[in-house]
């Protein structure tokens, strides 16, 4: 596919569950990142993968939070225990040069909506 | 880190041209400065890009004066089909990790009416 690719599109899950949200970036793309948007504002950043490498993870909010690139492609976002506070859009963006480069903008999936009950 | 402020909410019209202004008054030497629209239920997608000056594409139009403590996004002619929510960013080259540094604002919600 031409775009970032995210799934579940929705996920629902009752509280303490483990989640697992997948992100397949567009093929290349060096930078990728997650963000977490809650209902009427902006994204906020929560990691940030260069290939394989997590050189940021300074938005992660718990250690319960934890995000993988292993082949430096596909990454797996995963949310332990969840809490109702957890409930939000995840998104994945990819890029294909290192963050803030010229002409290298974030594409974005669609998201996938968790609910917490 | 340079903030950005934006306008929360503008209105206008079909047919009528829109200008969004960005504040970020403590722009770095290399920081560039990028829009993003955003519908509901969909990921934020890149509409234009710049430095300084006037950069123009089929989409818009990005305005910077130059001190480049801000920035204006003008959308010609605007539809209905352009109701969505504007961000601003502001940031540079990151060449050893920092990811975070591509920081959204709250955005602009913009409404187009007939």
């Known amino acids: 596919g031409a775009g970032v690719s995210q799934s579940p599109r929705y996920k629902v899950a009752k509280r303490g569950q483990d989640v697992a949200l997948r992100c397949d970036p567009i093929s290349g793309h060096v930078s990728l990142f997650w963000y977490q948007q809650a209902l009427g504002q902006g994204p906020e950043f929560l990691t940030y993968?260069?290939?394989?490498?997590?050189?940021?993870k300074s938005g992660l909010p718990s250690d319960r939070f934890f995000a993988e690139r292993p082949e430096g492609s596909v990454s797996t976002l995963k949310i332990q225990r969840t809490q109702q506070e957890d409930s939000a859009v995840y998104l994945c963006?990819?890029?294909?040069?290192?963050?803030?480069?010229?002409?290298?903008?974030?594409?974005f999936g669609n998201g996938t909506r968790l609910t917490v009950t | 880190l340079a903030k950005t402020t934006q306008p929360i909410s503008m209105d206008s019209y079909e047919g009528q041209e829109v200008n969004i202004t960005c504040s970020h008054n403590?722009?770095?030497?290399?920081?560039?400065i990028t829009w993003y629209q955003q519908f509901p239920s969909q990921g934020p997608r890149f509409i234009i890009q710049?430095?300084?000056t006037k950069v123009t594409n089929e989409v818009a139009s990005l305005f910077i004066p130059a001190d480049r403590k801000s920035s204006t996004l003008s959308l010609p002619r605007v539809s209905l089909s352009d109701t969505a929510v504007y961000y601003c960013l502001v940031g540079g080259l990151i060449l050893t990790g920092g990811g975070n540094k591509l920081t959204f604002g709250t955005g602009t919600q913009l409404k187009v009416e007939l």
């Open positions: 710049g430095y300084k």
């Open positions: 403590n722009i770095a030497t290399n920081d560039y």
């Open positions: 993968f260069q290939n394989e490498a997590q050189l940021d």
């Open positions: 963006a990819s890029s294909l040069d290192l963050p803030g480069a010229l002409d290298s903008p974030l594409h």
